[in-house]
Structure formats: C-alpha cells, structure tokens
C-alpha cells in the first residue's frame, strides 16, 4: 500500500483504471488539473467498428448486387401496389370471392400445418427438456441430449422437409404434403423448443425442489409437484410462441410443396396474377395478426394469471400478483403512512 | 429568484398534488423541504422545472414566467435548473464522464449528441464540475463501478456542468448510509456557497435539513404549512407539519464529523480534496454500492 | 414483530373452533356449458368430416350410427371435461383445455393426420436418406461463389436492418417515441411487416425487381431479409426500450435534452446489450432463411440446393445441406463468442 502511494504522485495520471485505494495520495496532489486520467484507449472500439464498416463494404461487393436496381423499385412498387389495391378493393364477383375463400382456406391450412408441428415439437420437447436441464438429468444423458438438440437445432427446416418429410408422406395440400410439412415443422421445433424449456427449467426456484427431497419423494414425484407448477406457465408460453413462429415458417415450406399459404404464394406469384397477390398477402396479414394477438393474450394470461380470482381459494397466492395498479402519489401516500409506525416501533425497540 | 403564486397541481388521476401554493424564494438561498411522504415535496420540486406540469397559477424561475405547454420553453428553462435524484439516475454502462457531459445536452447541437463528439469547452466545463465534487480521477470509469456516494456526486456534476441558477434535488441522500449522506449534503452546502446557486432540496430527514439549510419549508397534504429560518423550525413546529410526534426515524445518525461541522463556513471551506480523505476513511462508502 | 406472533398464536387458539375450508369446486353450470360447446364442435366435425368411416352402435331394436373420428373426438372432450371437473380446475381452464381439443381436432383433420402410411411409403425415403448419407463431398467446393453470395446477404441485411430496426424501435416504444399517435402508427406498421413471412418478402422482391433469373437475385434476397429484420428488431428491441430504466430519461429530460438527445444518451447505452445480441441472433436467422429463400430466386446457395433439386442429384443437395449445417454450427459458435466478448 505504501508503495503504492509513492507511485501514486503526479503520474498516478497514467493510470485512469486505477482502483479507489491507489488513487492519488491527496497529501501529495498536485494542481487539480494535473489529476485528471488519461483518457482511455479506445484502440480496440475503433477497429472493430472499421472490421465492421469493412464487412459491411466487402459484402456489398460480395453480393454483387445491382444498386441501380433500387432506382426502379419506387416505380414498380407504386405500380403493382396499384395492382394489388385494385385486386383488393374489388366488389367481388363469383371469380373474385373465390379467391378470397381459396386464400383463407390455403392460410387457415398453415395454421393446421403450424399446430400440428408445434404439438409433435411440444411432445418430444418436454421430456428431451428435462434431459437437457443440468438440474434435472445425470451428466451423460445431459451432455449426449444437448449434443442432439444442437445439432437439429442448426439443420434448417426445408432440409428436414426435402430429405425425409416430403417423399415420406407426399407432395401438394390433397397429397400428404401438409402433414410433410407440420412434420418437419415439429421435428425441427424441437430442437428450440426443448433448449427455451431446459433453461427454464435451470432457472427454477431451488427451494421447493431441495424441500421435496427432503420429504423423501422420488424424481417423479419432484418433477410432478415441485418443477412442473413452476415452469408449466412459461413452457406454455414458449410453445405458443414457437406456433407463431411455425406459422410464418410453413410459408417456405409450402413453397417447396407441402400446402398451406406458401404453395399458394407461389401459384399466384408465378402467374403474375397481382390481384390474387395482394387478395393472399392481405388474408395472411389478417389471419397472421389475429392470431398473434390471440396467442399473445393466452401468454399473457397464462403466465401473470387471471387479474381478479374468486375469494375462497388461495388468497396468498394474489399477493404476488401486485393486484393494484399504482396511480402515483396517492398510493404513495397510503402505503407510506401505513408502515412508519410499526417501524418507529421497531426502531424504539433498538 | 423563483416565485410560486397561487400554483395548483392536478394529476391526471384526480389527485390533487399542490393547492394553492404561494412561495418566494430568494437567490442563492438554501431551501430544504420537509413532509412526510406523500405531502406533494415532489411534487413541488418538479414543478419547478416542468417536469410536474402545474394546472394553474403563476411560476417565474428568474424572470421568465414558466409555460408547461411549450416544450421549447421547458427545455430552455431545464438548461438553467439542474435536478438531482434520489436513485441518482445514471446511465450505469457509460463512463463518468458521459454521465456528466449528460448536463451539457442543451448547449451542444444533436448530431454532436448522437455522434458523442462533445467541444472542447464542454468536455472542460465536465471535467472542472467533477473536480469540484472531487472524483475528477473516476471519469472514464462506467457509472455502474462507483459506490452510492459516488454516484451521488456525478450526479452533483452532471448538474454542475450545466451551469445552473438553480439547483433541484429530490431526496438527494435517501438511499445513502448517514455518513455518505452527511458528505454529499456538505458538498451540495459547499457548492451553493462557492457559486451562490439557489437550491432546494426535499428530504425527510429533520436534523439535515437543520444542520445544511438557511430555511425550512414544511408541507402537509400539498400545502406549505410551514416556511421559516431553520432556527424558528423547533421540534414542536415540525411536529405540527407531521401532525405527529417525532422519533428516531427523522434523523440520520450522525457522524462525529458532520455534527461539528455542521451548517458550518467550515464545510463550505472543504477542499474536493478532503472530501477525498474521508471518502478512504470510510469503508462504508465503499461496500454501499 | 410482535403483532405476527400474536397472530400466529390466535391462529393456533382458534384452529380447533374453525371449520375446515371447503376446496373450491368450479361451476357445475359452466361445465355444462362447455359440455354443450363440445357437442357443438362435435356437431360442426360431423358437418365438415371428409372421412367415410363410420361408427355403427346396435342397441338391439334399432342400430345407430355416427362417424367416426368425430365420435372419437367427442368422446375425448366429454372425457377431458370429466377429469378437469373433478379435478377442480377452473371453468378458464376447463375451457382452455377444451379449445386445445377442438383446436388440435381441426389441424389434425385438415392436414390428414396418420402416421398409419409411414411403412409403405418407407421405399421413397429410402433411396433419398440413403444419396445423403453418401454426399457428394467434391461438390461442397464448387459452390463456393453461392456461398459468398448468401453470407455477404445476411450481413448487408443485418446491419441495415438493424440500424432500421433502431430507429422504429426508438418510434414505437412509448418511452421514446415523440408522442403516442406515433407510437401507435409504428407499432401497427411494425406488425404488419412482421405478418408477411420472409418467403412472401422474397417473392413480392423478385416480383418487383426481378430476380436470379434477371442477374437480381440477390438485391431482391437482401431486400427480403432487410423486412424481415426490421420486423424482428424493432419488436424486440421497442419490447426491451418499454422496460428501460426510467431514471436516467427523467434525468436527461431535466437537464434539458431533447428528445434525439436523450434517446440517445438515456435510452441507447442501456439497451446496447439487447441490441447486439439481437443483431446476432438476426444474423443466424438470415443464414438460414437466405438458404431457403433461394428455392423462389433470390440466389445464394439457396438456389444452388433448388437447381440440384430438380436434377434429382440428391448427392450434390446432401453435401450442400451438410455445409449448410456446418456453417449454421460456426455461425452459431462465433454469435456465442462475441456475445461473451461484449457483454
């Protein structure tokens, strides 16, 4: 320490990192200017943000894509929108009112094509989710399920659709192919799926896991009463997200064949048929919207509960809820004045 | 210097924050309020600098009558008031020194802002400010390094760099252990001294707003119930604004240091350097984080 | 202190006098209720079946019948009812579990749900699982231009979808956006743009620019990806702005900054971290999807897999796909790095 202090003159300035203890000795301070650190190097910032700038600059290049093409794109946007607005807003004749149904029948497909892949993930998902939960499994089963996990975690899905799905159950929306695609939907949820779920599983309260060992239950019965109350809520929350995620993923999907919207997008797109285009984007734009807020108000509701509960039951339970909103001042007020009091006391007690 | 007359404050929801409030108070004075919880000291702070829109009445900071519609006009009046916090408010994962360079936002144009490319003379004022509360050698450590008492006083900087008329400050030392929260109370009392800066400062702790202050203002239920020198706030007056007797949760116990330096030209006189000292003395400080 | 002792030891006093709770016990009405929206779903599968298959009940004088699948599915609501009544879970609950019946009945049916056809369709996987376990290693080489191609689109989408992304994130968030009627009017374009999946982007790009075909492709990919980012960023990120800290704002608003400034200094150091790992994240994503998206002409090595595709020349995809998850595993490993680095 005293070393220090010696050192720590008028070049302690050279030193801006330098911890409370060996900052200048104040007996010994020199001019307050003097005192001022040496502003850091930034060396390292700096050359990352020129890696970056380079990156950014190489990869244009490396695209080779044609900027001059973005000149054209205002012209042929407002174009085909024009087009697409025209297909939309249409009074439908029989023809027309045709395509709105087919566009609702072939997206309400990729919701199925989503459910089903998401419910085929959810199954496999909850167990391979507590195998891959450190807290949960020995280290072997650990370490080989989330080798697996990884692994189908970074195949893409077409690649489980073109090798196995596909030619598996068959091609087109009559032929098998929206089940190719909820199946290689769901096998490719699983690799998220169960990885969202182990780490939910990981960060579980440790209390009532160490509590029901203690009471002499086996692994089961732990996981039944004192992990799945626990995570049940966001295991939930994560499947409906993955749905939403599912839905949009089927899209490419039925590109490659397996019904569902994307075959459509690319029936229509191949025809240049600009009404039906924008007759399709629109329904997929609604269904899509509707169906995230309703999923996003079941996460909601699943994971912070309803607001108000019947009395009888449990009322400890509410308390975690925070029931009352807190308009600012007033509330301020009231729960102020309430536990001065008792801690006067406490504080008289002392 | 700042003159309240016949302010009312309405919240959105109803609840009446001020009722008539009629205040003058002088420049340079140091002003603490007093209340329980709850008694609109916030509120009256924020007033101030429009940060609570007031819904009637008149407000002069200086000479321009304060206009809570006109966001330009706020910004120009925040220029010139400077407000401390209780949760000291800084951005923990950016260095001191941009904390303080924070206060500098109504004189540097937004580009330099977003670029981060502050002038020299405002990168000077920051450093001159950090001298001043004496942790000049923290600047380029990230905010979220420092003990609470440190982070109080960036938040002091931050206030000086803007070169303010007026100094607010909302709890200031609440969540500070009482010798850190005698330190900072001194170094605001100090710096009010040295630049005759009127401040104001809210706290609900009886014996720092007596030892620090040159006058006291008791508020209950959103009025002023009590404005006076400290020597004419007696116990038996403040237990009147509070509306019940006092105990030991309306003092902070008190460092030896404080008490007989206490409202003293000697504080005032402390060096940044001995501010310095005592900050070492004191593990507290330092384990408080 | 002592006010809970006292109330524990009247607590212990008075256990004996009090009659034990009841456990609640859900509606019985409601129930029923539901059991008549079972009956109703199960009215409306009958209506829309498409399966002949039927169900025939002899009961001696006269021989009822009903189809099938949709009995089957009747039978598991009215069940499922039964034991979540019993079980005394809550009439939201009992409904949930309902909808999840009804709703998996529905998706089922529509895209034919059997696993019954596996065996005998075993013979067309066969020859295709059996061409990619014997990749054609020498291929993997060849493509090296699309590869180029595909990694060069993920970054120039990322970082200009990022940087956009900020931007209407900073607009949506009510913290930081100018007033609400913005806010409002983002977040609803914002979600528009997130309903349109990166295939139809991809196709609508192509559709205006042209695409491989035109020498194009990869100013319609990068496009594509770029509304897809923008999506996926600003939602995050306006999520993360919604829950800053907002202590440093009022502080920044007190010392007079307006509003570019105090994004900027209050609200963008402390969402830094959440925006990189969300760049990141966005830069996997579009690994994979530039992949994909090459199947409708964007180029990349997309396109690549969809030319070999229709050769039939299962080998050369199969090496491909390989590489394709060697790279998703490195891209992966370097995210993993850097995000330790930074953060």
Redesign the interface.
């Known amino acids: 320490m005293s070393t220090r202090k010696i050192n720590a003159g008028p070049g302690?300035a050279s030193r801006?990192?330098?911890r409370?203890?060996s900052?200048?000795e104040?007996r010994f301070?020199p001019d307050?200017?003097d005192?001022?650190?040496v502003?850091?190097s930034r060396l390292g910032y700096n050359a990352g943000m020129l890696v970056v700038g380079i990156l950014f600059i190489a990869a244009i290049y490396g695209t080779g894509m044609d900027v001059r093409a973005l000149l054209d794109l205002p012209a042929s946007i407002i174009q085909y929108g024009r087009l697409m607005a025209s297909g939309v807003f249409q009074i439908p004749d029989e023809t027309v009112a045709g395509y709105w149904s087919q566009s609702f029948d072939a997206m309400f497909e990729s919701v199925a094509i989503a459910w089903v892949g998401t419910m085929v993930g959810a199954l496999f998902s909850l167990p391979l989710g507590f195998m891959a939960a450190r807290n949960m499994s020995p280290l072997p089963i650990y370490v080989v399920v989330r080798f697996v996990l990884s692994v189908i975690r970074a195949v893409p899905e077409i690649i489980f659709a073109i090798a196995i799905m596909l030619p598996l159950f068959g091609f087109g929306s009559g032929g098998g192919g929206a089940l190719a695609g909820a199946m290689a939907l769901g096998v490719s949820s699983i690799g998220t799926l169960s990885k969202l779920i182990s780490e939910a599983i990981e960060a579980v309260d440790g209390g009532p896991l160490e509590s029901s060992r203690a009471s002499g239950s086996n692994h089961l019965q732990l996981i039944r009463w004192a992990v799945l109350p626990q995570v049940m809520p966001e295991v939930i929350a994560i499947w409906l997200y993955r749905f939403e995620v599912n839905i949009r993923a089927s899209a490419i999907l039925g590109v490659l064949g397996a019904g569902g919207i994307g075959s459509l997008l690319s029936t229509v797109f191949g025809a240049r048929d600009w009404d039906r285009i924008g007759i399709v984007l629109v329904v997929i734009i609604l269904v899509t919207m509707v169906v995230d807020q309703i999923s996003a108000f079941i996460r909601h509701r699943v994971i912070h509960g309803a607001r108000i509960r019947n009395g009888g039951g449990a009322p400890q339970e509410d308390d975690d809820d925070g029931g009352a909103p807190t308009?600012?001042?007033?509330s301020?007020?009231?729960v102020?004045?309430d536990p001065?009091p008792k801690?006067?006391r406490a504080?008289?007690g002392l | 210097m700042i003159t309240f007359e016949n302010i009312d404050v309405v919240?959105p929801?109803g609840?009446k924050?001020l009722s008539n409030v009629n205040l003058q108070i002088d420049k340079g004075e140091f002003v603490a309020i007093v209340g329980?919880?709850?008694?609109?000291k916030?509120?009256l702070i924020r007033t101030v600098?429009g940060?609570v829109p007031f819904t009637s009445g008149t407000l002069k900071v200086g000479d321009e009558v304060v206009d809570p519609r006109s966001k330009a006009k706020l910004?120009?009046?925040?220029?010139r008031?400077?407000?401390i916090?209780q949760?000291?408010?800084?951005?923990t994962?950016?260095s001191v020194l941009?904390n303080v360079l924070?206060?500098r936002?109504?004189e540097?144009p937004?580009w330099r802002?977003?670029l981060g490319w502050y002038r020299a003379e405002d990168k000077e004022l920051a450093?001159k400010s950090l001298?001043r509360v004496g942790i000049?050698?923290?600047?380029?450590?990230r905010a979220s390094s420092l003990s609470g008492g440190q982070q109080q006083r960036v938040?002091i900087a931050?206030?000086l760099a803007?070169d303010p008329e007026v100094i607010?400050a909302d709890e200031p030392v609440a969540s500070l252990d009482p010798p850190t929260a005698h330190k900072v109370m001194r170094d605001l009392r100090r710096i009010q001294q040295e630049l005759g800066i009127t401040t104001i400062v809210n706290m609900h702790h009886l014996d720092l707003a007596r030892s620090y202050a040159d006058r006291i203002i008791g508020m209950r239920a959103g009025e002023v119930v009590f404005d006076g020198p400290v020597e004419e706030a007696t116990d038996a007056v403040i237990e009147e604004v509070y509306q019940r007797s006092l105990?030991?949760?309306d003092i902070v116990a008190g460092d030896a240091a404080a008490e007989s330096s206490a409202a003293g030209d000697a504080a005032a006189r402390d060096s940044?350097?001995?501010g310095?000292?005592t900050?070492?003395s004191v593990p507290a400080a330092?384990a408080q984080d | 202190m002592t006010t809970t002792a006292d109330e524990a030891t009247r607590g212990s006093a008075t256990r004996a006098v009090t009659a034990r709770p009841e456990a609640p016990k859900p509606s019985g009405l409601v129930y029923l209720g539901l059991a008549g929206l079972a009956v109703l779903a199960f009215i409306i599968f009958w209506v829309t079946r498409d399966s002949g298959e039927i169900l025939l009940i002899p009961l001696g004088f006269v021989t009822l019948w009903a189809p099938l699948y949709p009995v089957i599915g009747l039978a598991v609501m009215l069940l499922t009812l039964l034991v979540c009544y019993r079980a005394r879970v809550g009439t939201m609950g009992g409904f949930g579990a309902l909808a999840f019946i009804t709703m998996s009945y529905w998706a089922g049916s529509t895209v034919n749900f059997t696993l019954l056809e596996i065996p005998s369709r075993w013979s067309n996987v066969e020859p295709r699982l059996r061409a990619f376990l014997d990749p054609n290693w020498s291929y993997i080489w060849t493509v090296r231009d699309q590869w180029l191609i595909t990694i060069s689109m993920a970054v120039v989408a990322t970082l200009i979808g990022c940087a956009i992304g900020l931007v209407l994130a900073m607009l949506a968030s009510p913290v930081s956006s100018p007033n609400k009627g913005v806010s409002q009017a983002i977040k609803a374009v914002n979600s528009v743009i997130r309903s349109i999946p990166d295939v139809g982007w991809a196709l609508l790009f192509v559709a205006f620019i042209g695409g491989t075909a035109h020498g194009l492709g990869p100013m319609a990919g990068v496009l594509a990806l770029l509304m897809f980012n923008i999506g996926i960023v600003a939602k995050l990120l306006s999520e993360t702005i919604d829950s800053v800290n907002p202590?440093?704002v009022?502080?920044?608003?007190?010392?007079?900054?307006?509003l570019?400034?105090?994004n900027?200094?209050?609200i963008l150091?402390?969402v830094?971290?959440g925006f990189v790992s969300y760049g990141l994240y966005v830069f996997e994503l579009n690994i994979r999807a530039s992949a994909a998206l090459g199947i409708v002409g964007v180029g990349g090595i997309g396109s690549a897999i969809m030319l070999q595709l229709n050769r039939f020349a299962f080998e050369n995809v199969a090496a491909i796909l390989i590489a394709l998850i060697v790279v998703v595993l490195l891209v992966d490993m370097f995210s993993m790095y850097i995000r330790r680095k930074l953060l």
């Open positions: 302690s801006p990192e330098s409370p203890e900052s200048p104040p301070a307050a200017l005192r001022r650190p502003r850091p308009p600012g001042p007033v301020g007020a009231s102020e004045d001065a801690s006067t504080a008289a | 919240y929801n609840f924050g329980l919880s709850g008694a609109g916030s509120t600098n940060l910004r120009r009046l925040r220029s008031v400077g407000m916090f949760s000291f408010n800084l951005v994962r950016v941009n924070v206060g936002s109504a540097t937004t802002s977003l450093f001298e000049v050698d923290k600047a380029y450590m938040a931050r206030v803007q607010l105990t030991a949760e940044a350097t001995e310095a000292v900050e070492r330092k | 202590g440093p009022e502080a920044a608003d007190a010392a007079g900054a307006n570019t400034q105090r900027r200094l209050a150091p402390q830094l971290p």
